[in-house]
């Protein structure tokens, strides 16, 4: 087996944004893929790679233990680590065998057998805190959670030249910063270099991706992109992997991704949080986008790309809402047939404009009005679920067990959508695309046979 030992370097031009991280990887190839995969992860945290290892604030070993010479070597590589550190977390093959290290390194941080890639970067929070970039972060500081590695976030961009008058996200963050195209799609590349098979746009307003930097261009895979939310999509399509559209606003250019996904380079999912339907609420929301036409909109959509999930937000029982408005709301769910909602009651959030407006809901009436709701969009729901069985449709194992797999369909987002529950003698492992038959479905989820 031949056996290469690595230092990684910060590159000198790598900005000195976070907290940093020594690294020395010794082994073979696939101990290498490891490495990257930690170090991708610790990047796309925030965390700097330092060259050297007084620069660390903690040092991460990736050991061997192939034969008896590659284990000296990996104990020695933490001994020297720990001299000159102080700080150190082992992983990779000699980390199966704690005693082994723990016996002639007593001091050492933390200890994590090998392809456990996320309890590193866990012993890696422990040692030195991720530091929160407001600018950077779409996830709050106290809310960082590891996705599984099958599919990840991408953050397209921070902040919101909206002013959504229940909203304080600009106050707390700010104006829209995009990040430039070429640096969201080397990110994408590398995440699905690592193993991601399906990427997450995020951002606080999608569609908008671009407009702070008049769509300025820049170069990825040789190609001139602009910074926008067509071109983005674009080059994502490029990536062949599932990649699914977040908080996108019903722009009119929004009409323009729908033939990519009806040609399969981007998901056919669009999240827009529409939040109401009433033109009255939707002006007193001072909501962007706000048109009043967009149930036919959802129709041409769907004419053009038939496979098409939209998942949606709304809030109930915001200040001025009358009766005929939340009637105008639920007529308009039978009208737009969405297919995955939220759906929350309006809460008098401290500094948001909307505490100033009159004729605030009593919660009363908020509670009765989000009861109605929700029992007319799990109608729609069930419906539109019930329409599926009997199809063939693709799924992507989420987790497989002795029990049979969790998987979720292109309509299902992580987290926030439904799942499918899938029966057969095989196991895939999490991030394998499966062909499922669909054999039954309730509000939320379906059931489906292995093909
Ligand atoms: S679009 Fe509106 S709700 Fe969304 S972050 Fe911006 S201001 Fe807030």
């Known amino acids: 087996m031949k056996k290469q030992n690595t230092i990684v370097k910060t590159q000198k031009n790598t900005p000195k944004i976070g907290p940093k991280v020594g690294f020395v990887s010794l082994g073979c190839s696939k101990a290498l893929v490891d490495s990257e995969r930690i170090l991708t992860q610790l990047k796309v945290e925030g965390y700097d790679i330092a060259p050297s290892y007084d620069g660390a604030d ?66 890696v929070h422990k040692a030195v805190p991720p530091q929160h970039d407001p600018y950077l972060d779409l996830v709050p500081k106290q809310g960082i959670k590891l996705t599984p590695r099958h599919y990840a976030y991408l953050k397209i961009s921070e902040g919101c030249n909206n002013r959504c008058s229940f909203c304080i996200i600009p106050k707390l963050r700010g104006d829209l910063v995009s990040r430039p195209l070429g640096e969201v799609m080397a990110e994408a590349e590398t995440l699905v270099q690592s193993g991601v098979k399906e990427l997450l746009v995020i951002s606080q307003d999608t569609s908008a991706y671009g407009i702070d930097v008049k769509y300025a261009e820049s170069k990825w895979r040789d190609k001139t992109y602009r910074s926008k939310f067509y071109d983005l999509c674009q080059a994502l399509g490029e990536l062949g992997v599932w990649t699914r559209l977040h908080y996108v606003y019903p722009y009119p250019h929004v009409d323009q991704v729908i033939p990519m996904m009806a040609q399969g380079k981007i998901l056919p999912y669009l999240d827009i949080p529409f939040q109401h339907a009433s033109p009255n609420v939707l002006r007193a929301m001072k909501r962007p986008a706000n048109q009043e036409k967009t149930a036919e909109r959802i129709q041409n959509w769907r004419g053009i790309c038939p496979d098409l999930t939209v998942r949606s937000t709304f809030i109930v029982g915001f200040p001025g809402e009358t009766d005929q ?28 404009a909307s505490r100033a407006l009159e004729n605030h809901v009593p919660e009363e009436v908020k509670e009765e009005r989000w009861h109605r709701f929700m029992q007319k969009q799990q109608e729609i729901s069930a419906k539109r679920l019930q329409e599926k069985i009997g199809q063939t449709i693709d799924v992507i194992v989420d987790e497989s067990g002795p029990n049979g797999i969790v998987a979720r369909s292109k309509s299902d987002a992580p987290d926030v959508d439904g799942k499918v529950y899938v029966t057969g003698k095989k196991r895939p492992l999490p991030g394998h695309i499966l062909k499922v038959k669909v054999t039954g479905a309730d509000e939320y989820d379906l059931t489906a046979e292995m093909l």
């Open 58 to 123: 903690v040092v991460i070993v990736n050991t061997c233990g192939f034969l008896d010479s590659a284990r000296e070597e990996s104990l020695d590589a933490i001994g020297e680590a720990l001299n000159e550190n102080g700080k150190v977390i082992v992983t990779g093959c000699l980390g199966a065998e704690p005693d082994v290290i723990k016996a002639r390194h007593p001091n050492v941080f933390a200890i994590t057998g090998p392809h456990q890639y996320e309890s590193v970067v866990s012993a």
């Open 325 to 352: 408005d939340f009637e105008f709301l639920l007529q308009w769910l039978d009208q737009a047939q969405l297919d995955r909602v939220g759906c929350f009651k309006y809460e008098n959030v401290e500094h948001a």
